[in-house]
């Protein structure tokens, strides 16, 4: 297989786990090519993502090293053999490239879990929310700019609006209800949405009231994506220098907890549709 020119976020978190596996196994980049009949520079490349592996080979390093875990490797060789050119690569060049990582992440995720405090969590938005959001990030945007981040927002929602949506829940403040992002037309309207999206069966929203006593979660704004299996979660966080895609079991498994603190601070479902009703009757 060519060596790429750049990895994906899917592609280097493949690399990533067959290096796990390497090293939990004991072995070096030496013993794994010479495993497979190659050499330790293209296993170096294979474990960065800038290579692909086959099945065949991905199959024959695992047994190798001794991995017990049969559903972790088919969820491995699904990465490795998926050769799907989703609808976000159109805007591959145009648009930053942890844009289109998010997307092919959502497109795979079994589930999807997000936690949001100053603003209405992105599967959620309106376009005229989404446009405000952008146009005020950077009010020097180029011509078009704007507009291709808004299209690519509003198409990332197709996860959730499909035939074969995945399961989605969120938790979102209070404060995120009440900012106005936009004018107040489109501050109703983003309420309106969300009630309108909360009435889904495989969507899930809660609320956390600002009356909420002794509330000290307002860190904990994650997307968390479900993997194939639990080895293959994830967390994207946005940092001070970008978009930050986290899996490390330890930290995958404080987010869960952080998600589950959250979601049981919050109002349950029916309160919390009330609660946006009574906001949107407000404006």
Same mark, same amino acid.
């Given at each position: ?60 390093? @695992?047994?190798? /090293? ?13 990465? @490795? ?9 159109? /805007? ?43 146009? /005020? ?30 399961? /989605? ?48 979660? @307002? ?65």
């Amino acid at each position: 297989m060519p060596r790429r020119q750049q990895a994906t976020a899917r592609q280097e978190r493949l690399g990533a786990e067959l290096r796990k596996l390497r090293e939990a196994a004991g072995l070096n980049g030496r013993d794994a090519a010479a495993l497979i009949g190659t050499d330790s520079a293209r296993v170096s490349q294979i474990e960065a993502g800038i290579a692909g592996i086959s099945e065949a080979r991905l199959r024959l390093v @695992a047994a190798h /090293y001794s991995c017990p875990d049969q559903e972790l490797i088919d969820a491995l060789v699904n990465m @490795a053999t998926d050769r799907t050119r989703g609808w976000w690569e159109e /805007y591959r060049g145009l648009l930053p490239n942890s844009f289109l990582d998010l997307s092919e992440l959502e497109h795979h995720a079994s589930c999807r879990w997000d936690v949001d405090f100053l603003h209405v969590p992105g599967l959620l938005q309106t376009g005229s929310y989404a446009r405000a959001l952008f146009s /005020y990030v950077n009010p020097d945007f180029p011509e078009g700019e704007v507009e291709r981040r808004v299209e690519h927002r509003m198409k990332r929602r197709i996860i959730i609006e499909r035939s074969n949506p995945i399961r /989605y829940e969120t938790v979102v403040h209070e404060a995120a209800l009440r900012i106005k992002v936009g004018d107040h037309a489109a501050a109703r309207a983003q309420l309106v949405r969300i009630l309108e999206l909360s009435e889904a069966d495989h969507v899930t929203v809660r609320v956390i009231p600002f009356a909420l006593d002794g509330f000290a979660g @307002a860190g904990s704004a994650m997307v968390y994506a479900g993997g194939q299996v639990p080895q293959l979660d994830t967390v994207v966080r946005d940092g001070p220098h970008g978009t930050v895609f986290i899996d490390a079991e330890a930290q995958l498994r404080r987010f869960r907890t952080l998600f589950r603190r959250v979601e049981a601070a919050s109002l349950e479902p029916t309160r919390s549709r009330d609660f946006i009703h009574r906001l949107a009757k407000e404006l």
